[in-house]
């Protein structure tokens, strides 16, 4: 009677141990690396411990709610295929020439560990998930409404995108860091035109075409005038070297031409010395010639 009896008490204990190991693995939740955890007890609220990644143990009438300390990529896709959502979940903006565009629209963003609470607090007892399908993207819809009303649609699909991706992400931390949520960077990604707002894009690049192709065309023609200037001052030197030159050689052949003449015309007698009244005259017996000799010697 003592065995069975004992026997029984140790079914009984060894039972209730793996019950109470089976219950402790089943409430066992694992918090992810990159993860910090905050355990909301249906009678007494949100625990004071913020848990690193390790296990914790969940109890009864509680609920483990983890938050991403690593940046997390939401993607806010019109492709059914991408994006966070499995559906046409693009972000529709109205720019400010009344183009209605759905863009493709992506953010990072993190939750730091002191501001958990700040989360929980703000949001509620719902998942990171309901978070970031929700309350981030109304806060991006919003974000892009109000910063895509400054640029128009051809903007923001060329070359002030980047700018307005800026503005965008300082505009959500606006929004969203006092409610705890860390945004890093905003872009704004692939746009989904209309076949009118394709229509305006393409008669603006056109129009643009025409404008650069005249700008092209007015800088050619100063160029070529600037050129034919130029040219002209050239040519214009040119002509007044050669005249300059032209001119000192008809007066050096002018000169050979004279000097040529008068050889022609000499007979080979030197001219008469005319002596002046008073004056003496003496030749100089070594055939140097006649050397007049100065008044009053």
């Not at 100063?222 to 034919?228: K, L, P, R, V």
């Amino acid at each position: 009677m003592k065995l069975k009896r004992s026997f029984a008490i140790g079914v009984f204990v060894l039972g209730t141990v793996g019950i109470g190991v089976l219950y402790w693995r089943q409430n066992t939740v694992w918090i992810e690396a990159g993860h910090v955890g905050l355990i909301y007890d249906a009678s007494r609220g949100i625990l004071d411990k913020v848990y690193e990644p390790q296990s914790v143990f969940v109890g009864w009438r509680q609920q483990l709610y983890q938050y991403p300390t690593k940046p997390q990529n939401a993607v806010y896709s019109q492709d059914a295929s991408e994006g966070e959502v499995k559906a046409a979940d693009g972000i529709l903006i109205t720019t400010s020439d009344n183009a209605n565009t759905t863009f493709d629209i992506s953010i990072v963003y993190r939750v730091k560990k002191e501001n958990v609470r700040t989360v929980f607090n703000t949001f509620g007892p719902i998942t990171i998930e309901e978070i970031q399908a929700n309350h981030i993207r109304r806060a991006v819809r919003d974000g892009a409404s109000s910063i895509g009303s400054q640029y128009t649609v051809f903007q923001l699909i060329g070359s002030k995108r980047q700018e307005a991706s800026e503005k965008l992400a300082q505009e959500l931390r606006d929004r969203l860091e006092k409610k705890g949520i860390t945004i890093d960077q905003a872009m704004i990604l692939r746009p989904y035109l209309t076949k009118e707002t394709e229509q305006r894009v393409y008669s603006s690049i056109n129009s643009y075409t025409q404008i650069g192709i005249s700008q092209l065309e007015s800088q050619i023609a100063q160029i070529n005038s600037a050129a034919e200037l130029v040219r002209a001052d050239a040519e214009r030197q040119a002509r007044s070297i050669t005249a300059n030159k032209t001119q000192q050689k008809s007066l050096e052949m002018l000169n050979l031409e004279l000097e040529a003449d008068a050889i022609r015309k000499w007979n080979g007698h030197l001219s008469p010395i005319q002596p002046q009244p008073g004056q003496t005259l003496v030749v100089d017996g070594s055939g140097n010639g006649v050397t007049p000799v100065p008044r009053g010697r």
